[in-house]
C-alpha cells in the first residue's frame, strides 16, 4: 500500500481531522463542546469551522432538531450526511469500479463503467470522478473524506521496499486533484479478497484464499485472520504461478503462468484456436449455456489446472475457504466443478473434506469496497498493514499563521489549483489492532452453488 497526501500545513490538516474526528466519535456536537474537546482556541476552532463549512464537510443542525431549553438552542454542527466518507475505487484492465460509505458507514452505493484496454490514466480517473459524482448527487465533498482508496494493477511496492514512484506518483496526484486525500494505493485483486472477507463469501473466515479470473489472473491470501501482502506487494499473484513449461509468454516475463491459461482473453483465444466461434465473453457464456462441447471440454482442462495451482496453494498456505470470483467464474459449474475435483485430488487428505470452494459474492465492485476498507482502515484485517498516516495532534495557542498561498477558496479544494506535487507518505506507524468495521452488510448475496460442506458461523 501506498499513501499519499495534499501538501497543506501540517496543523491545520490536524485541526480539520481533530474536529472531524470528533465529530465521527460524538455525533452532533455545539461550538462549546467541540472547544472543550479538542482544545483548540476560540479563534483556531472558529477558522477551522469555517473552512469546513466552506469546503461541505460539515453542516450546521437546524435548531428545530436541538433540545430545547431556555433561549434559543445552542447551533450544533455535524458532519455532512450528503458527503461522501470514504471512497473506493478499482482501476482495473477494462473497467472502473467506485464504491462511497457514508458517515454512518452505511453503503451508499456502487457503480462501474467498462473502458477500451489501454485508456489513458487521466481519461480513466475522470471516469471515476464522473462515477463518484453521480453516486453522491453531483457532488464531491472533498473536506469529509475520511480517505480514498484506490486499487491498482499489478505488485505494488511500498515506499519501504525501495521502489521509484513511478506512474503511480502521477496517477495518485491526479486522484488528489480530483477527490482530495489522502489516497492509498494497492493492489486492486488484493482489495477485492479484503472486500470479500470484509463482507462476501469469505467474511468471518480466519484463513481463506481468494482467486479472481478477469482479463487478469490475481488473489489474495487472508491467513490467520489477516490480509497478507508479502515482501514487495506481491501476495497474491497467483496469476504468474507457472502451470505449463512449454507455454505461452506471460506479461511478467515469464512462461506457461496460470494467467496465460485462464484469463479470459486466453479462454476466448484457445476456444477459437480449436474451432469454437465466438470473439467475447458473452458468445462463450452462451456457447456453455447451450452445451457446446468445445466449449465444455476447454473449460475442464482450464478447471483442473487452476484446481491444481489452488492445491498446491492450499497445502502450502492452509485456507479453509476458497473464493472465485471475477468474470470468468459466473460460468459456474463447467468451469468450476473441474476446479473442484483437480483441488480434491491435489489436496493433502487431512484438508481435503474440510475446504470449501465458494463463488464470490459481490461481484465486479469488489475491488472498489475493498477500497473503501482500506480507506476506513478500520478492518482487524488490515491490522498488520502499515498504518495509515494519523491524524495530526492538535496543537494549542498560539494560532499558527496562515501560510501565502495556501489558503482555500471557500467550496474549492486545495489540490486542483496547480499547487505543489503530492508527496508520498514516510511516516509509517506501527501495526496495531483496529476495531471491527461496523459497516452494513449489503442487502443481498448471490447464491452459492460449488459451496461444499457448512458456511462458517464466526
Ligand atoms: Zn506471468
Sequence with gaps: MRQFTEVVPPARRGHEQAVLGLLRAYGP????ELSRRCGLSRTT??????????????????????????????????????????????????????????????????????????LPWPDRVALAERLVRGLL???????????????????????WDGAPDGVLSGVAALLLERFGGPVLLDNNTRLAALAESTWGAAAGDQDALYLRLSYGVGGGVVAGGVLHRGADGVSGEIGHVPVDPAGRPCECGGTGCLETVASIRAVLDAYRARGGRGDDLPALTAAVEARDPIALGLLSEVGGQIGRVLAALSNAIGPRVIVIGGELAELGAPLLEPVRKALDAGAVPISRHRLTLRRAALGDVAGALGGVA??????????????????????????????????????????????????????????????RLPLTPLPSLPSLPVSRGRRAAS
Design 29 to 32: 456536537l455545539n461550538r462549546g
Design 45 to 118: 476552532l472558529h477558522d477551522t469551522l469555517s473552512g469546513l463549512l466552506a469546503a461541505g464537510a460539515v453542516v450546521t443542525a437546524t435548531p428545530d432538531e436541538a433540545p430545547r431549553g431556555r433561549g434559543r438552542p445552542a447551533e450544533r454542527l455535524v458532519l455532512n450526511p450528503a458527503a461522501g466518507q470514504a471512497l473506493g475505487i478499482d482501476f482495473s484492465r477494462r473497467a472502473v469500479h467506485v464504491a462511497a460509505v457514508g458517515v454512518t458507514y452505511e453503503i451508499v452505493g456502487t457503480a462501474g463503467e467498462a473502458h477500451a484496454p489501454g
Design 137 to 159: 448527487g453531483g457532488e464531491v465533498w472533498r473536506r469529509a473524506l475520511k480517505g480514498v482508496g484506490v486499487g491498482v494493477v499489478g505488485p505494488l511496492a511500498g515506499a
Design 374 to 435: 482500506l480507506a476506513l482502515g478500520e478492518s482487524p484485517l488490515l491490522s498488520r498493514y502499515p498504518a495509515p498516516e494519523p491524524d495530526l495532534a492538535p496543537e494549542p495557542e498560539p494560532d499558527p499563521e496562515p501560510e501565502p498561498g495556501l489558503a482555500d477558496s471557500p467550496g474549492g479544494g486545495r489540490g486542483g489549483r496547480g499547487g505543489p506535487p503530492p508527496r508520498p507518505f514516510v511516516g509509517w506507524g506501527t501495526a496495531q489492532a483496529r476495531p
